[in-house]
Each structure stands twice: as C-alpha cells, then as structure tokens.
C-alpha cells in the first residue's frame, strides 16, 4: 500500500522560507513524486515534480525561480524548498505520487494529508 507523509508546513512572513518533505512508503523510486497546492476557493494548482530515479524537476510557473525540489532517493524522500514566500503562496500543500508524469493532479492516484503553508503579509 502507497503511503505519503508530508511536514514542514506553517506560518512566514512574506519573504521568509520553509522547507516541505514527503516521504512515500509502499512504492518504486521510479515513481514520480509531484506537489501540488490548493487555496481556498481554487482549484488544485501544480507546484512541482521530479522522478526520483531521475532526479530533473519540473516546476510550474508560479514557482519558478523561488521553490527548489530536490529528492533522496535511498529514504524515497522529496523536499520542497521555498525561498521569497509571498502571500499568494498560502495554500495546503499535498504529496502526490504516480508511476505517469504529469501536471494535472486529476492523474494521480495517491495522496497525501497535505500540510498547511500560511504566508502572511
């Protein structure tokens, strides 16, 4: 069975940092591990992905620039660093895992809890 665990959420101020893991048990590294993020009223928006066998991130636009996804393969771990944290940014943060890349979150079939990222102004 695929389990996700995502940390690291909280509160910044604008302009701050925080550092996001996810750690997936139950399936290959050569999965693709994404995440994804979803404010209130809107719609799942993609953050970033990479597959840990290959170890090349893919960003979405938003992000581009400020957050760095990086991934220990022998822990099957991600980390989501994001640097210049704007308001914009708050949202809950979900781990997604599956063995397709893709960007549309209705793809992937396994989640995580999601954990909170509040940026306030």
């Known amino acids: 069975q695929v389990q996700l665990v995502e940390s690291g959420g909280g509160l910044v101020q604008a302009g701050g940092s925080l550092r996001l893991s996810c750690v997936a048990s139950?399936?290959?590294?050569?999965?693709?591990m994404a995440w994804f993020r979803q404010a209130p009223g809107k719609e799942r928006e993609f953050v970033a992905a990479?597959?840990?066998?290959?170890?090349?991130?893919t960003y979405g636009d938003s992000v581009k620039g400020r957050f760095t996804l990086s991934g220990d393969n022998a822990k099957n771990a991600v980390y989501l660093q994001m640097n210049q944290l704007k308001p914009e940014d708050t949202a809950l943060y979900y781990c997604?895992?599956?063995?397709?890349?893709?960007?549309?979150?209705?793809?992937?079939?396994?989640w995580g809890q999601g954990t909170q990222v509040t940026v306030s102004s």
């Open positions: 997604a895992t599956d063995p397709q890349f893709t960007a549309l979150s209705s793809s992937y079939k396994y």
């Open positions: 139950g399936h290959a590294s050569t999965y693709v």
């Open positions: 990479m597959r840990l066998s290959v170890g090349i991130p």
